[in-house]
Structures are given as structure tokens and as C-alpha cells.
């Protein structure tokens, strides 16, 4: 049995769910909020972070980690390219926002807007939030450029990009924070990731006391 402990705030959580189900593969969600993790989740991974991947007494805790170990295990469903050129840039739009879009977005937008309510009992910061949505619309803007130029945001096929990026945008978009008719051509390519299989149960993914936003799981917005 594949168990996968997760969370839906958290957007490395959602980016393996989606991966796996991209490469067809069954497994069964186990879910800790990560403001109120339990000693078990220090004891599989000492980082305390999610998600975590558990299989036939394997333990592999950290999302490049069990995406490196996901693409290699599974070759009949490649995400990633073939080619190395393509592959570097698929690589590299994984890492813009795993890492840019998660400190300049997720944090001011997300940690505030949730994390902090539920870790703190505190309502967000006015100011951090209007970096978040500023930083918000310089990425929209990127991924609008990208997806006129481009069937998927990595190139002609979808990729890992497409799932991590989709897996970012859609705690956002859960939270009604992306202003999409302002980005024509970034609409066009996540309603084509809205309607892939592996992100159906993304769009049913519930935030314990915070209703999504009304457009969040129609295909069509």
C-alpha cells in the first residue's frame, strides 16, 4: 500500500498527489495540519515537513525527493522531457515556483491568510498580504507570457512544470486571490489543467473552516 500523509494547504502536498495520479498509481491520504503536527510526523521525517511518501516499509519525506523518486521508478509516464534542453527548462520553471513563487506568494498570501490564523489565533498582516498580491501579479503576468507563447508552460506537452505550478496557483485560487480575467492566455492553460483527471480531486479538496471560492472547482470558471 502507497500512503502519502499530506495536507491541501500545503502545495508540495497537492503537487505529489497530482504527480501520482498523472502516473496512474493508487494510494491512500493521510491528512496532518502542519500547525499541529503530530510526534509521528517527526518520527517518519525529523524536518517535520509534509508531504511524506510511505511504501512497503519505505519512508521518503520532502517533495524533490519523492518527485525525483516518482519520475524514475514510473518511465512509462515521463513528466519529464526527454530531451535535455527541454528538460533543463522544465527543471527550472519546477524550481521558479517551488521556490520564488512559494516565498514571494505562498508565504504572504497563504501563511497569512491561513497558517497564521490557525498557529496564532491572529488575523493576517494588511501589509504583508498587499506584497503577496503584488508579487501575485507579476508571476500571473509571467505565466500569461508564457502560456501565449506556449501549449503548456514548460513547452508543447505538459510536464512537471504544469503540476507544480498548478498545485501553487490552486491554494490561491481555493482562497479567491487570482484575478484571472486580467490573464487571458494563463485562464486558457489552467482550465486545461482543471479538466485532467489527476486534478478532480484537487478541486474537492476542503480547508477545515475556510469555504473555497465560488469559481474554484467549476471547469469552466
Do not use: C
Amino acid at each position: 500500500m502507497v500512503l502519502l500523509i499530506h495536507h491541501p494547504i500545503s502545495p508540495y502536498s497537492r503537487k505529489i498527489r497530482m504527480l501520482m495520479s498523472e502516473k496512474r498509481m493508487l494510494f491512500v491520504l493521510k491528512e496532518e495540519e502542519p500547525w499541529n503536527l503530530s510526534s509521528d510526523v517527526f518520527k517518519l521525517n525529523p524536518a517535520g515537513s509534509l508531504p511524506i511518501f510511505l511504501f512497503d516499509g519505505n519512508i521518503i519525506a520532502g517533495n524533490y525527493a519523492i518527485t525525483e523518486f516518482l519520475e524514475e521508478v514510473n518511465y512509462d509516464i515521463r513528466l519529464l522531457p526527454k530531451d535535455p534542453k527541454q528538460r533543463a527548462e522544465v527543471r527550472r520553471l519546477t524550481e521558479w515556483f517551488d521556490d520564488k513563487f512559494y516565498r514571494e506568494v505562498y508565504r504572504n498570501i497563504v501563511a497569512e491568510k491561513v497558517i497564521r490564523r490557525f498557529e496564532q489565533g491572529k488575523a493576517p498582516d494588511s501589509r504583508i498580504l498587499k506584497i503577496g498580491l503584488n508579487n501575485l501579479a507579476f508571476h500571473m503576468a509571467y505565466i500569461d507570457w508564457l502560456t501565449e507563447r506556449r501549449n503548456y508552460l514548460g513547452g508543447e506537452e505538459f510536464s512537471l512544470a504544469d503540476v507544480t505550478a498548478a498545485a501553487h496557483l490552486s491554494i490561491i485560487d481555493y482562497l479567491g486571490d487570482i484575478a484571472w480575467d486580467g490573464y487571458k492566455n494563463a485562464k486558457i492553460w489552467y482550465s486545461k489543467i482543471k479538466s485532467r483527471p489527476s486534478f478532480k480531486d484537487i478541486l474537492k479538496d476542503n480547508i477545515r473552516g475556510i469555504l473555497p471560492a465560488k469559481h474554484y472547482a467549476n471547469l469552466d470558471f
